[in-house]
Every structure is written in structure tokens, then in C-alpha cells.
């Protein structure tokens, strides 16, 4: 091998002719440097006796002086193998100082991996009974769920038939009742004692009887009124719905007047059904401006007739489509008269052409005649002659 000098060193191989094995720890390679300076020193010791033996028996000088130079050459190697040894040593000594950092830093790592690992187990376990927790409140929630779902439907249904029963109740009572409007409003007034009046001035009967006949009066409150400021409507109960009956027909055919104001008499509806025609107003206004006949149905809806048929219209929907028809047919109608008015207007004006045409005849004719009796004058070729002129000369002829 060469060293860094340039020279090169060759390796005795040991008598046994084994290579020389690297010490697997310090120890090892300090024992083996140890028996390599003993064999240098038996070496050495050899070399020193060589010399003297071959001078004791008669050898040449150039023996002892190589054997000099392989001495200085020996040290070298020695002094090189030291440093080289020492190397190894600082070099195993980092390794297992190196090691030992690595083993504690292995160490931490283990217990740092074995605390968090706990900590997550700690972590998987709470979770487990947290979400355990939560399907167990996710059951009660459904269970509690499906009782208000139960419940809700319980109290639907008994809202349903409330709402029947009240409805029910409400067109009992409204049967036996009638509104009165345009009754003059007083302060400190007996409203009992005008309508009962009123009501047999109607049926021409006694106030005495009407009074039987009468359970309760009293006047309601509407926005329509507060906001117009005008007198609130009276509500009149009977007690039969025959003289309810018969003061709506008598109505009908007379009228009745207060303080020379027309007492109006109408028909009293519960509110639920009121709500619900107002869903048709956009319908019975256009068939009021069109002087189209419709009715009122019950429960809801109302039925017309429409050219000569009758339809029952019971949803809003339905409402609509007939509410386009008739706004169609309404305008199909405004631009046949539009037309027609168009073509009488044409005829006027043709009619008025010709009479125009036939008076302008008759003067070419009456100056045509004036001519022919007066003979030809210079005056009368011209064109720009007046009718008063032509008509002088026809009387100055007839006087001659």
C-alpha cells in the first residue's frame, strides 16, 4: 500500500498465513497492537543478531548496512500504523459516543411514541363514548320525535274538526241573522228600536211583533268604515229564520229608507267563508263589469252563467283560465266594434261624397239651362263665376 510520503509499505503476511482480522472493538485492536510491538521487538532483536553472526563467520558489510535501512523503514511503518491506530480509536470512539446520542435519542423517541400513542388511545376511548353518548341521544330524539309527530297529528285532526264545528256553529247562527247599512249613527242612540221600526215599516206589521221576533241587535266595527269614516253596519238576530226569510224577499222587492238614506239589507256570512271569496275577487269584479250572473256555492267556489251555460268554479285555478277567457272574448268584442265603427264611419263619409257629388250635378245642370235661355255671353264662358251671379241672370231672363 502507499502512503502519503509516496512510499510504498509491504504487508508481512503472518507465519500461520492467515490475514490479519480487524478488531471488532477497541480492546480487541489495543491487544492485537500490543502483539504487534512484541513481534516488531523480536524482530529487532533478531536483525542486531544477524549482523554479529555473519561478521563472526566471515560475511560481507552490505549485509549489516541493509539491514539498517530495513530498521528506519520498520519505524516508519510503525509510526504510521500508530497514527493510523489512533484514527481508528477517535474514530471508534465517535462512533460509540455517536451511538450512545443515538440510543438516548432513540430512547426519547420511544417514550415520546409510547405517551402519545397512550394519549391517543386515552383519545379513541373518549371518542367511543362520546359518539356511544350521542347515539344514544340520537335514539331519544327520534323516539321524542316521532311522539310530536304523533301528537302534531292528533292536534291537527282535532283542529280539523274544531274548525268544522266552529264553522259549523258560525252558519247556524249567520242563518238566523241579517246586516243593515246606511243606518244613520247617533250618539246615545237605541239601536233596537230603529231597526225593529225599520223592519216593520218593511213588512208592514206592528213593532210590537217585531220585537218578538227579534233576539238581539247591535252594531260591528269594520275596517271599511273606520277608515272611510262612515256608520258601522248593524247586526239583527231573530229568533226564527222565517221572518229572516221574509224581510230578505220583501227587500227585494221594496225599499226602505232612513233619514233619506237607502237602508241596504244583505245576507250575513261567517268569516271563514268571507276569507275564502276573497280569493275570487280579481273574477267576480270582471263579471260585474261584464253584467255577467254568477252565485255564491256553500262551501266554496261559485257558479255562472256564461252563454247560456252554466259552470261551477271550485278552485282558484280554475278562476284564472275562465278569468282569461272572458278578458280574451272582452277584447275580441272592443276590436269587432272598433271595426264596425270603422266601416259606419266609411259609409258616412262615402255617403257624404255622394251627396256632395249629386248637388255639384244638379248646379252644372241648373247653369247649363241659364245658358241655353239667355244666349251666349262673354261673361258666362268664364269659369270663376259665383252662384249668386248665375242665379241674378236666370231671374233677369224669366222678368223679360
Known amino acids: 500500500m502507499k502512503l502519503k510520503s509516496g512510499k510504498e509499505i509491504v504487508i508481512q503476511t503472518p507465519k500461520n498465513g492467515r490475514e490479519p482480522k480487524e478488531p471488532k472493538d477497541t480492546k480487541d485492536a489495543n491487544k492485537d497492537k500490543d502483539k504487534d510491538k512484541e513481534k516488531e521487538k523480536d524482530k529487532e532483536k533478531e536483525s542486531k543478531e544477524t549482523p554479529t ?29 500508530k497514527a493510523i491506530g489512533k484514527k481508528l480509536t477517535e474514530m471508534n470512539e465517535k462512533q460509540d459516543a455517536y451511538q450512545k446520542i443515538a440510543q438516548v435519542q432513540m430512547a426519547d423517541l420511544k417514550k415520546e411514541i409510547k405517551e402519545e400513542l397512550g394519549v391517543m388511545r386515552k383519545d379513541a376511548d373518549t371518542m367511543k363514548e362520546e359518539i356511544k353518548q350521542l347515539q344514544t341521544k340520537n335514539k331519544e330524539d327520534e323516539e321524542r320525535q316521532t311522539l310530536t309527530h304523533t301528537r302534531l297529528k292528533t292536534l291537527e285532526t282535532l283542529n280539523q274538526k274544531l274548525t268544522v264545528r266552529q264553522e ?8 238566523y241573522q241579517l246586516r243593515l247599512r246606511n243606518i244613520k249613527e247617533e250618539e246615545n242612540e237605541d239601536i ?28 260591528v266595527n269594520t275596517n271599511f268604515a273606520r277608515r272611510n269614516k262612515t256608520d258601522r253596519d248593524v247586526i239583527a238576530q231573530f229568533t226564527r229564520k222565517v221572518t229572516r ?14 233619514k233619506d238614506k237607502r237602508v241596504v239589507i244583505l245576507k250575513e256570512f261567517p268569516g271563514s267563508i268571507i276569507n275564502n271569496r276573497r280569493k275570487y275577487a280579481f273574477l267576480t269584479e270582471e263579471l260585474k263589469k261584464q253584467e255577467i250572473r254568477f252565485r255564491w256555492e256553500k262551501d ?9 251555460q252554466r259552470r261551477w268554479i271550485k278552485s282558484v285555478e280554475k278562476a284564472r283560465r275562465f278569468y282569461k ?3 280574451k272574448e272582452r277584447e275580441e268584442e272592443k276590436e269587432k266594434n272598433e271595426v264596425q265603427k270603422g266601416k259606419e264611419s266609411t259609409r258616412q263619409n262615402t255617403l257624404l261624397i255622394r251627396r256632395d257629388n249629386s248637388y255639384l250635378g244638379y248646379q252644372d245642370q241648373e247653369r247649363k239651362n241659364a245658358k241655353e235661355i239667355t244666349g251666349p255671353r262673354p261673361e258666362a264662358d268664364s269659369e270663376d263665376k259665383e252662384e249668386g251671379e248665375v242665379e241674378e241672370e236666370g231671374q233677369a231672363t224669366k222678368e223679360q
Request: aromatic fraction near 4%; include cysteine.
Open 53 to 81: 553472526n555473519t561478521t563472526a563467520n566471515g560475511g560481507n558489510t552490505t549485509n549489516r548496512r541493509l539491514s539498517i535501512g530495513e530498521d528506519t523503514r520498520m519505524k516508519e511503518l510503525l509510526k504510521e500504523i
Open 245 to 258: 226569510d221574509e224581510i230578505l224577499k220583501t227587500s227585494s222587492k221594496r225599499i226602505i229608507c232612513y
Open 325 to 327: 277567457e272572458i278578458v
Open 300 to 308: 266554496e267556489g261559485l257558479m255562472v252563467t256564461h252563454e247560456g
Open 192 to 219: 233596537r228600536e230603529k231597526t225593529t221600526e225599520i223592519l216593520a215599516e218593511l213588512l208592514q206589521c206592528t213593532t210590537q211583533y217585531m220585537e218578538e221576533q227579534t233576539d238581539r241587535v247591535f252594531r
Open 168 to 175: 259549523f256553529l258560525e252558519t247556524r247562527e249567520t242563518e
